[in-house]
């Protein structure tokens, strides 16, 4: 019965989740890039929004309109300006495309959601040269086809490399194996060499130096470890709670890593929101000695949503693996479990030591447990912050209950609190042999 609410309860919660997990915000202007392997040829598309290209001169007309019939001499300059900035290399070799194809696109054009889509704008009708179009409201389209070694992985470029407009513009491109997923690469900041089919030792090495330093980010997670470890008992009573929390946040993370793109930030402060509440409601269940499936259920919820965090934070470096993505995800979450229990392993005895000082255990046990619930009060203040600052028709319903609707949460997280309280077996003063265990 017990595993049985367990599950109810992780079905739950990421069923609250889930919808702003799938909500749809406004992106900045970026670069779309698209590189299919076809064999011998290596087929890129890009697309270069024109309010990037404000250095480039582009011909205009009346001030503010592009002179359609005078533009193709400039975008043969910013064609050559891309390619240059790509270094496509094979082996390390850089290689040169053939000729180059281009056309202008309309700012409500979306032929670039999908590379058929992409391929059939460039084979397309050219807008027509009366049309009156803002410079800064259209697309360049580029095609370009480089020979390369049939399957070779070894194919390299250098995203993000573009700044004809003075600042480093998101790049968002697309690889398309001629076997294997499709894979989506969101490069920020500055330019990033990217290979499109690492083996597997530099697959798994390069997504755990990107990924494993934002798990030691991670400010909830280590809060939540350490108030794993403040009530005296047993390891095996530890672990279990452990793997009440280990597995739903594995599954959470997997979760949001096999999704195409990241959650939107209004998703990630939500969870956020509710990895403090069920932090701060472990802490209020270990000075209420609750049962065994409370705090399991307490785990699972912070489980959940510290993984939809994990895994939204590492979402960036899970293309980076290349075919290899499944072993170094599974890698990557098995070391993050296995640090996570040590570090609970090590904790526990030095938390063990104001056990044995003269005072009431009752005592002892609030004052280490408020630590990790006054940290995780602070975290979910900051994280509501940010919710009541974006954009609220980008946020969604869920956000704006989140944000607007606070008193009911609280509201409910203090009947949560009297229903654990009633769950007590025991309606004395806290004493270390109530945890289970002796010193």
Not at 302 to 320: D, E, K, M, Q, Y
């Amino acid at each position: 019965m017990g595993f049985r609410r367990l599950v109810r309860v992780c079905a739950a919660v990421w069923a609250v989740l889930l919808p702003a997990v799938a909500s749809a915000h406004q992106l900045p202007p970026e670069v779309v890039a698209f590189f299919k392997a076809d064999g011998p040829r290596l087929h890129v598309l890009v697309r270069v929004p024109t309010a990037m290209l404000g250095d480039a001169r582009l011909p205009v007309v009346e001030t503010v309109y592009l002179d359609l019939r005078g533009i193709n001499d400039r975008l043969r300059t910013i064609g050559a300006e891309v390619t240059r900035s790509l270094d496509i290399t094979d082996y390390g070799r850089p290689i040169a495309p053939g000729p180059v194809a281009w056309i202008v696109s309309p700012f409500d054009d979306h032929s670039f959601d999908t590379y058929e889509g992409a391929v059939q704008r460039l084979s397309g009708p050219p807008i027509p040269l009366d049309r009156y179009v803002y410079w800064n409201e259209a697309f360049v389209d580029f095609q370009f086809d480089y020979a390369v070694a049939s399957n070779s992985p070894g194919l390299t470029a250098r995203l993000n490399g573009l700044r004809l407009g003075g600042d480093f513009f998101q790049t968002r491109a697309t690889y398309i194996p001629r076997e294997g997923p499709v894979r989506t690469f969101v490069v920020v900041g500055s330019p990033q060499r990217v290979v499109f089919e690492p083996p597997a030792a530099d697959a798994v090495t390069g997504f755990l130096k990107r990924a494993i330093p934002l798990v030691l980010g991670e400010r909830l997670l280590a809060l939540f470890i350490f108030c794993l470890a403040i009530p005296p008992r047993s390891t095996a009573a530890l672990l279990r709670q452990f793997a009440a929390f280990a597995i739903p946040h594995a599954i959470a993370a997997a979760g949001v890593l096999a999704m195409t793109a990241p959650p939107v930030d209004a998703t990630q402060d939500v969870a956020q929101v509710i990895a403090a509440m069920a932090l701060v409601l472990t802490a209020v269940q270990h000075i209420a000695n609750s049962s065994a499936v409370s705090r399991a259920i307490g785990a699972a919820t912070f489980g959940i949503a510290s993984g939809i965090t994990l895994g939204s934070n590492v979402h960036g470096a899970w293309p980076l693996a290349g075919s290899h993505a499944f072993v170094s995800l599974s890698v990557f979450l098995v070391l993050v479990a296995i640090g996570c229990a040590v570090a609970l392993l090590l904790v526990q005895p030095l938390l063990r030591i104001p056990f044995s000082w003269r005072g009431p255990a009752w005592l002892t046990m609030a004052a280490l447990s408020a630590v990790p619930a006054h940290e995780a009060t602070h975290a979910a203040g900051e994280a509501m912050a940010r919710l009541r600052g974006q954009d609220q028709e980008v946020a969604g319903q869920l956000t704006r209950f989140v944000v607007d609707g606070w008193p009911l949460l609280t509201l409910v997280g203090l009947l949560v609190v009297l229903l654990t309280w009633s769950a007590v077996a025991r309606r004395s003063v806290w004493s270390v042999s109530d945890a289970g265990t002796a010193l």
